[in-house]
């Protein structure tokens, strides 16, 4: 039986969701390729191949929905939720690379997405997956979504209260720490960068 108890991060990856804009498409695209053909079926339904990844990401409107990603110390994107809106409700869909599992990144992703729904003042989240993604399911069901199963897939949904000042805040807040983590990071990765020159 596969044990999905989330484990304290890794001291070397803070687990920082940061917002993606449209000019992070190729980095998201890298790690959609990074995945192997089951993990991209259980994130889209099918194995999709590199050229229908690189139509899904070019179709994602960076204004209307949001992509909430973790990153390495290297700016590797290892984690990725895509909030998807419909109308009134946002849908999730999150990868995670294998190397990068049963370190709660998921969970933390799952956690910013449903603060920005709320935020954005969206009453409703769901996701819709294949029933053997275990992995997804506990997750939905950590959060308090209402799972339900038709045949194959299985669909997972939770309302949200309004947006509070609180929330509001948190989220501020949540948004200047992964600004300074990922500075953090840009800054660490050029000096490096410079020492394989200069050194």
């Known amino acids: 039986m596969t044990n999905f108890t989330r484990k304290p991060a890794a001291p070397h990856l803070p687990v920082v969701p940061v917002r993606l804009a449209a000019a ?68 999730l869909g999150l ?13 933390a992703l799952f956690e910013r997405a449903v603060m920005r729904i709320r935020n954005r003042g969206l009453g409703s989240v769901y996701i819709h997956c294949l029933v053997e993604n275990a992995a997804m399911m506990h997750i939905a069901r950590k959060l308090g979504m209402r799972v339900v199963r038709e045949g194959a897939e299985t669909d997972a949904y939770l309302a949200l209260p309004p947006a509070t000042a609180q929330t509001r805040w948190d989220e501020w807040v949540r948004d200047q720490q992964a600004n300074a983590v990922k500075a953090i990071r840009q800054q660490a990765r050029l000096s490096r960068a410079l020492m394989g020159i200069f050194g």
Do not use: T
Request: charged fraction near 30%.
């Open 24 to 91: 992070d498409r190729a980095a998201l695209l890298e790690h959609f390729k990074a995945l192997d053909a089951e993990d991209r079926r259980l994130r889209f339904g099918l194995p999709l191949g590199d050229a229908a990844l690189e139509a899904y990401v070019q179709r994602i409107d960076f204004e209307g929905d949001d992509v909430l990603v973790v990153h390495d110390e290297g700016l590797r994107i290892v984690a990725a939720i895509h909030v998807a809106r419909a109308g009134s409700a946002a849908e």
């Open 95 to 107: 990868s995670v690379l294998p190397g990068h599992r049963a370190e709660g990144v998921g969970s």
